[in-house]
């Protein structure tokens, strides 16, 4: 019976009272009349009778309403037991769609991991001649290649040199040069990441901790190069680019503490503290959300050595 259970209680209590009492007049009443035959003449018992039978009407209406209004309450609790099973129904329906959809946005990042590649040279002397060998290298390997011979170099080891005062702003102008000269081959896989966070947002209140499981999913595929280049392109003023809402990379990031794992101190050497005073600037611009339950740890990570 649910939340109605003391008032059904209360309602049969006084139905069984009103028909019983009814009942008891009812057979009170005639009672009166088979005596005042006896002392009086019928005409008289008659009248009397019919003075007592509207009693017994009355407590038989009011157990009556007291059973409609009964069914009444019944019939909307059944209404209501209904509309939240139908409710119950919808909200797994949509679960199974999501998780649908997640796991095939799942596959698309697997694949457009596998189609990043990098191509490395070597220089070989054979008798003579040098020569040049090329090796082809795909997915994460091809990050790891990308990340030492083109990313730190060309971005990373140059924020010690800023552009101006504003240590984002400088980092932004290194970023669009390495991406300028040709160097863009994440640019696919950033939207896939950013695209399936922004779907798990959006369905975030299908799930009492707001989506985390499956972003947590995602994240434990992430290597600590892919954290890296993540953490940086977040920040990045091509992560805004065409944004009108406030679902930006660097929000989801945020939210879904995307960056817990990030380990970024083992990729620069004890000697280059000013490279670390700059990167630890950059860590700023993130909450301390971003970083989950390591932010202190990231940070110390990269403490400078006296």
Known sequence: MGKNKFLYN???????????????????????????????NELDAIGQLGSYSALPLIFFTIAGTAVVFLAFLKQQEEIENQSSEFKRLAKHQEIQDFENNFYQLLNTYFHTLDSISYRSSINKKSKDKEEEYFFEHKSRE???????YEFKPKVIDKLIVPYCDNPRESFNLYYENFLVSGLDRL??????????????????LLFPDEGKFYSNILRAQLSSHEIIFLFFNGISERAYFGKTDKITFEFLINKYAFLEHLSISKY???????????????????????????????????????
């Open 10 to 40: 209360v309602l049969y209590s006084l139905i069984v009272f009103f028909i019983i009492v009814g009942i008891c007049s009812l057979f009170y009443g005639i009672l009166v009349y088979f005596c005042n035959t006896f002392a009086m």
């Open 142 to 148: 091809a990050l790891r290649y990308l990340f030492e």
């Open 187 to 204: 640019g696919h896989y950033f939207r896939v990441v950013f695209h399936i966070l922004k779907v798990i947002n959006q369905n975030r």
């Open 268 to 306: 620069i050497s004890d000697d280059e503290n000013d490279t670390k005073c700059e990167v630890r600037k950059l860590l700023g611009y993130y909450d301390r959300n971003a970083y989950g339950d390591r932010a202190d740890e990231i940070l110390l990570d990269l403490s400078l050595n006296s």
